[in-house]
């Protein structure tokens, strides 16, 4: 049985500012080590629960933050861009049993520590089918595609709610709970880690490959909180704007709408300028 961790920060143990998760910060060194935290955590659960492979793709900002070193030697680790499907990479080869959101956020416009999705800001609302999306649910739908369940989700309260919509049967683990975008109540690294590892462990019995879903097509709303970015997202093809600040488009598969996605949220933030957006 082989288990995919998709490791995000924000959602982290002890995480509740930007510095705590922008590379190169005091702030982000010292959070290193909780997320790292969190990550080993699941990955001893999931081995405790029997499984035979544990595969981190680190999916924060440069995919550079995990301590390797710090992790159990019978893990290995995916680190650094750029990847197919970003996020969830390595779900595609037809070896994964189940996948773990650990570190999740919820998504642009909604309540929840350092919510986004992909961009740090500059988004303020996704949609997916009239849906509104963080990124747990576009990624709960790529590897539904793949017959991969998601079994466990970890993050701040907000996004373990988020997580109830789109992986209703998965374990969740709230490191923190929201008091606003920029802070929370923590609970420290040992108690989230054997909070972690107790539901890792009983979410291995959730992994067992599906049947892929075939939900398609799916359209993508983005909204922007300037309109020079909605006109910018239009150079890629088949993105089309529908308001001022406001863009979409349709994909036969949400393996082709992530690709999209990112390469939407790519172009946008070459066209950011300092101070004004």
Not at 134 to 157: F, I, K
Not at 248 to 253: D, F, L, R
């Amino acid at each position: 049985m082989k288990i995919l961790i998709s490791a995000d920060m924000e959602g982290a143990t002890g995480v509740t500012w930007p510095a705590d998760v922008l590379p190169g910060t005091p702030e982000w060194q010292r959070c290193r080590s909780m997320f790292t935290s969190d990550v080993n955590a699941a990955v001893l659960g999931f081995f405790d629960g029997g499984a035979d492979e544990v595969l981190v793709n680190e999916a924060h900002w440069t995919m550079r933050n995990l301590l390797l070193e710090q992790l159990d030697e019978r893990v290995e680790m995916l680190t650094g861009r750029h990847k197919s499907l970003s996020m969830v990479e390595g779900v595609q080869h037809g070896d994964v049993d189940g996948i773990a959101f650990v570190g999740y956020h919820a998504g642009a416009g909604m309540e929840g520590v350092l919510a986004h999705t992909y961009l740090a800001n500059s988004l303020t609302g996704v949609w997916l089918n009239g849906e509104r999306a963080s990124e747990g649910l576009l990624n709960a739908r790529v590897v539904a595609e793949y017959g991969v369940p998601v079994v466990l989700v970890t993050g701040d309260d907000v996004a373990c709610e988020d997580a109830l919509g789109y992986a209703p049967e998965a374990l969740k683990v709230a490191v923190k709970d929201h008091v606003s975008r920029y802070a929370a109540v923590c609970r420290t690294p040992a108690r989230t880690a054997a909070d972690i590892r107790a539901a890792a462990k009983e979410a291995v019995q959730l992994a067992v490959r599906q049947e892929p879903v075939d939900e398609g097509p799916f359209t993508v709303a983005v909204e922007f909180d300037a309109e020079h970015l909605a006109m910018a997202a239009t150079v890629v093809p088949g993105v089309a704007r529908t308001g001022e600040r406001r863009i979409a488009y349709t994909s036969g598969t949400m393996y082709e709408g992530i690709r999209t996605f990112k390469a939407v949220t790519t172009i946008v933030s070459a066209a950011i300028e300092e101070q004004y957006g």
